[in-house]
């Protein structure tokens, strides 16, 4: 009896240790990443699948009820809604990068609204019947977060018009390319 119990014990603490070290192993890996979010990354294009329990944890409320319940901000009150400083927007969620602010136009219902997205990629589309309407449904194309609907009454050259909260959005100005541009303009007198 005395044996039984011995190795049973030994089966039982050895178990605790292995998932101890896998554990330990996975935090690590989470702190080395972005600080928004552990999955975080304008780089990482691997696609991000977590719980809604899990995005819970990581995202500020405002943020996990959009992008994960759905839901959508009130017209008017996003900063980017007026904004059109020369950068890339992100998925606040997970880092995806999104839209280029030269694809930003005013549509004028209270909401930032693109024409196209930066890549194909980028966004997936999901048919979206719910309220009674007929609309369909952007989600980011890594993570899987609600960004808002497409609807094809937007400008040309593509006729659509992306309607995005600006809650899910993050805003990264073209630092490196306005640099670029000045450098440019001052050689050229010169010449
Ligand atoms: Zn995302």
Redesign the pocket.
Known sequence: MKQILTILFFAVSCQQCSSQTSSNSKTKKMETTDKKSPVYSSTDTSK?NLTDEEWKKMLPQDVYNIARMKGTERPWTSKYENFYDKGTYY?A??G?PLFKSDTKFDAGCGWPSFYEPISKGSIIYTPDNTLGMNRTETQ?G??K?HLGHVFNDGPPPTGLRFCINGVVLDFAKAKEAEKNYKEKKEEKPEQ
């Open positions: 991000v998925c969620a997970c995806n980011c890594r993570c977060a």
